[in-house]
């Protein structure tokens, strides 16, 4: 089941992508929510959605140890 809950996060991330609260605030839910080792997928994840919309790029605090 937390496979399924990395891929429904990656959903909703690419869903609110276009504004830039939403997105910080669902990942700093999945964080809360997902293991150590879907976080670092979730990470590649997230900075190739930066890489296309660079003003996202101010939520990969959160995503910091």
Not at 28 to 53: G, N, W
């Amino acid at each position: 089941m937390a496979r399924a809950m990395l891929e429904y996060t990656k959903i909703v991330l690419n869903k609110v992508s276009f504004d830039a609260t939403l997105f910080c605030r669902e990942v700093q839910k999945a964080v809360q929510r997902l293991l150590p080792h879907e976080l670092e997928e979730l990470k590649s994840f997230i900075l190739s959605l930066v890489l296309q919309k660079p003003e996202l790029n101010q939520c990969l605090i959160y995503l910091k140890p």
